[in-house]
């Protein structure tokens, strides 16, 4: 509970009717898109303005209140979860596009915007915002740019953190920054632009982006390309990209996603395949029928059992449809589904499939498989049951296992989903203790007395490495 | 002075050869490629490996003595002076490059190695790394990484920023640190990897880096537009953006450096032109093609007089000639040539070449100007002469005034070359209060003793602004 004289003030900043601390806000806003995870907060509250963060910002700094900034709290990694209590600062009501500079090829954005509105208005104007996170018609580009979400139009384009080149953000004590500009190119001190990216929250709070912008490609083509072989759909995704061709989608999904999808949408997908490689270039039309047609040569030169290539955008929006309905398919065979995002170099896919399988076998957890082939990035989701924790605890394992196995291929405990609260314990795994150590300096260079987000990205403990058994 | 107990640890680390103390050694590292800017170190070392870049660091984190790592010193901004003595670190025998990997598409390579030979020798494996700046012969890719350094191509390929996915580095406590990997997305924890690209130095010791490798356009095409209004030229410029054509290179050369490049290197270069730009595309055959038609519609029509398509390789060598023979060529008109780097939005080149020729006029001093018009990214170029002080003492005044200029038009005092010992009193200008205390406090959490390249980045004191005098 938070004392009279601060939730007084903080009304006054934001007016009665924003600030909230009856239960149904709170039990709201207590958990996120993660599953099995919630704390109550002791308020929301909802600025309409950079000033009134400014103004709560210095409020709860000087009753030292923790605050967790959120747009639509769609993150899978506990990010937005008040573990802590404090406030919650909801940024639904800075929702404006404030501008679009054709000239300058860039878009000025309030972080709360929905992402998909977003890229349905850049688009409308005939320009072109890449990323494309799964979570996009629910997620607000602020939570977008907290989290550096990719989506399925990374491998050629990058994600958020490659569109983002300028910042408005409130620190901890209320001061105001402005980073970079409409600027391609600006090294004036430190890139506070990259390092806000991705910081979930911990570091600033964000209340307005500079985008870039870019010219959207002439034409598209989508193709899906199915395997007896794991090892055929691998070798086609490395054998793509070292004959020098950059889809713009490149999606892996293995047999259990399939099945499951395949119930789930009623597309006709063969069910005794290993795995399906969904394909798509764009760019200038010649450009995209010849990579088509070598893409095609290697996915047959590979084995491919079958290859469908979409001659109409109502037959692609199908063939999407199988890879855009993963996640939902798979919520819907148990009453819990954790999805993951362990990411290895691309050319260790195969390799981090036949683990994560072999994982699942041993813990007797089920797992399938799917995501981003051609960016390594690998969404390895169990469907299990909240309420039996033996089972849940087996999940568990089977979890810290496959990051300590992206981990030894090269890989990353995450890839676009982020730490938060969930993958903390595992965060010196892969940047070791010297690694942690300047994070958490950074932490405190910007948030002296740890009340942005707290509980995220650090561990009280880092989990003991699980000894690996082969077989 | 080191005292002896220190200099003989040092000695032992590297060998006899490799550490020294000599006048002419001193000497000869006590200047960059920065004019009017010189300051004596202690010793000079040259570390051959991680291991010995950590324990270097280990000997002088405990005697509390700075440290400058550097390569060629090809910076502009005084970057690897040693303003404050202590030791330099010369990276050149850390020169290797470790490997490429074709199926991720990625370079390790030491930090030591020349750009241009990384360059030639990805080139040779049939691959593309754009950044190219203009130092690429002498400069080296930790260089280039610790300036987060430019080039002619960044418009459409980025900076060395956008290649960077991995870096071993030697913090100042000795301790070696691991950041990204061969992985298209990770975002396990806050962006080292960004942060210390550009980071002159100030916050560790890249002792590695991996970057990320693209294919390689099919072809390329170049061309130049002249013009004798200089607002046709800035418009030519905005319009090809507008016109959805990010071209590979778009740069720009004003009426002073067209004289001083066609006396230089007699390219029979129309004296008379207020503008030139240079332009270049690549990609696919039939894209190149169509762009290049379509940028020409475009130059014509904003009334270009001349405009000069090369038809070979060898014409177009010519044309890049122009342009990347402005340096040298107002390098030998008078004793000392001062490069500035001031950039702005793209739509406001015309305006801040105006303003530049107006300080300029005023002071009583001779800029030319060219750059990449593409990013904004201007290089006004003083030439002087270091002896007459009374003279030097102008054409600071008139970069401070350039630099406030664009500020004024949503720009920054610095586009590529750093920030450095020359720009730090002018870097509250572009960031605030607020920006440099976090700024400082970034440093403070890499480097608690400042023993990193101390005295760069952020002034004893920032400079008064100047008042603008229109007119």
Redesign the interface.
Known sequence: MLVTALTERLRRIVGERHYRDDKEALIAHSYDGTPMLQSLPDGVIYPESTSQVSEIMQALAEYRVPVVSRGSGSNLCGGTVPVQGGVVMVMHRMNRLLEV??????ATVQPGMITAEFIAQIESL??FYPPDPSSMKISTIGGNIA??S?GLR??KYG?T??YVIGLEAV?A?G?????G????????????T??L???EGT?AIITEATLKL???PAEKKTMLAMYKDLYGAARTV?RI??A???PATLEFMDNPTIRVVDDFAKLGLPRDMEAILLIEQD??A??VE?DIARIRDICEQENADRIEVAETREHADKLLTARRSAFTALARLRPTTILEDA?????RIADMVLRINEIARKYEVSIATFG?A????LHPTATTDARDKEEVHRVELAFEEIFEAAIAL??????????GAV?APY?EW???K???D??K??K???DPHNLLNPGK?FAKETRKRVVIERG
């Open positions: 500079d054709k000239e300058n090829l860039t005939g320009l989290e550096c990719g990374g491998l994600t953190k490659d620190l004590s001061e105001i920054v402005r980073t500009g409409k600027l391609m190119k600006d090294v004036a001190g430190y890139d506070l990259k390092l990216v991705g910081s570091l870019i010219p959207p490395s990209i070292e020098k061709i950059i760019g200038a010649e450009t010849r990411t290895v170099p691309r050319s981003h051609g960016d390594g990035n090269g890989g990353t405990i995450t890839g676009e989903h982020g730490v993958k965060l892969k940047i070791g010297a690694g942690i300047v994070m300096n950074i405190l260079a910007f990205i």
